[in-house]
């Protein structure tokens, strides 16, 4: 009997569907190969939820992805919402998501194929096997902490946010990015703005702590304007980043970039309930329904998928290897400068899941 997972797919916005059927795709035609049986309930979150609900996410979405093995989501946001309060905008739904399903871990990371060495911002020098893993705090922080919202104090209005964490927040995202440099060169780059905020006084003090577990991983603490500046200055020194959820935000959109195209970098949702995986790219409205979007970061994602929750890293592996050969022939979507082909999503994802079938 092959094993039976269940995945919610939460396609969401703008180029979210057509990256979504790409990523479907892939699974179903490795589902055979892989002794497995994959069964897929689709719903709608962020801006398609909001259209036909008025909300960005129902309850018994929740429910369902609680319930389920696995989440793939593909994005959501889109400019028509820009203004509506924030219980009511397309990005509640992945914020709640995330704190419903506990995922606190959130990994990202920024590869660069050889084959796009020249499609970096960088020189080749700087640039050549970056492999780095941004490990974003994703529960806490900035984007949590309460007192938040917009008041009225006699005649002026305040808006306020707080970066709160607790030791054990601290803590518990600091093993899992000691955990993962042990699997990989041994060196953990602790970002925060500990000589300004409290917040990451605690934090830095923590992460200490922390590195007494793992004395066969190097600690190295870095504040978070060095380590946007050492990205693209030097961006291979870095292994693992370990921080916060708002620093974590804007450091892996960085990292990425590195790399050519955002268009291809996953990401994995780990921690106490159902996994979620989605690209790191919006919605990219600009684009969307014309068969441009790259399909690339879905794709991997779905890799990080087999990995992280389904016990299948030689599939993973597969799947990324598939990525290159596919690119290396040339085959690519607009936002990959490289010579070739330019193609349209679903050639790109068609071609790279046709490989992956022909080598699993
Ligand atoms: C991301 C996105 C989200 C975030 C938005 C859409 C809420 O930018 O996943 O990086 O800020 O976390
Ligand atoms: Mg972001």
Same mark, same amino acid.
Request: net charge negative.
């Given at each position: 009997m092959p094993k039976l997972k269940r995945i919610v797919t939460l396609p969401g916005d703008g180029i979210g569907p057509e990256v979504m059927t790409q990523g479907v795709a892939l699974l179903g035609a490795l589902a055979n190969s892989l002794d497995m049986e994959f069964e897929f309930s689709e719903d709608l979150v962020g801006g398609a939820c909001l259209r036909e !609900?008025?909300?960005? /996410?129902?309850e018994k979405t929740y429910t369902k992805c609680k319930n389920a093995d696995a989440v793939l989501l593909g994005a959501v946001g889109l400019?028509? !919402?820009?203004?509506?309060?924030s219980h009511l905008r397309p990005e509640k739904a992945l914020l709640g998501l995330r704190g419903e399903l506990g995922v606190y871990c959130n990994l990202r990371p920024a590869q660069l194929y050889d084959i796009l060495v020249d499609a970096s911002p960088l020189k080749k020098e700087f640039i050549e096997g970056l492999d780095l893993m941004v490990v974003r705090e994703l529960c806490g922080g900035l984007y949590f902490g309460q007192p938040s919202g917009i008041e009225q104090r006699k005649n002026k209005r305040f808006g306020i946010s707080t970066m709160t964490y607790g030791e054990d927040e601290i803590r518990r995202i600091a093993i899992k990015a000691f955990e993962l440099a042990r699997l990989r060169r041994g060196k953990v780059t602790s970002v925060d703005k500990a000589n300004v905020l409290s917040v990451s006084q605690l934090w830095r003090a923590v992460v200490t702590e922390v590195a007494g577990d793992y004395p066969d991983v190097k600690l190295e603490h870095m504040l978070v304007d060095n380590c946007a500046m050492q990205l693209v200055r +030097?961006?291979?020194? &870095?292994d693992v980043i370990l921080t916060e959820n708002m620093f974590g935000d804007i450091l892996s959109d960085e990292a990425s970039q590195?790399? =050519? $195209? /955002?268009?291809?970098l996953p990401s994995a949702s780990l921690g106490d309930g159902t996994p979620m995986y989605e690209p790191v790219? =919006?919605? +990219?409205?600009? /684009?969307? =329904?014309?068969?441009? +979007?790259?399909?690339i970061a879905m794709i991997n994602s779905v890799a990080m998928l087999l990995h992280y $929750? &389904?016990?299948r890293p030689e599939a993973a592996k597969t799947i990324s290897t598939a990525v290159e050969t596919v690119l290396k022939q040339g085959y690519h979507t607009g936002d990959i400068q490289i010579e070739g082909k330019l193609v349209g999503t679903k050639e790109l994802g068609g071609r790279i899941i046709e490989e992956t079938v022909k080598n699993i």
């Open positions: !609900y008025n909300v960005p /996410i129902r400019p028509e !919402y820009d203004n509506n309060p +030097a961006p291979k020194q &870095f590195l790399t =050519g $195209s /955002i268009g291809m790219h =919006g919605t +990219a409205p600009d /684009i969307a =329904g014309k068969d441009k +979007a790259n399909p $929750s &389904f016990e």
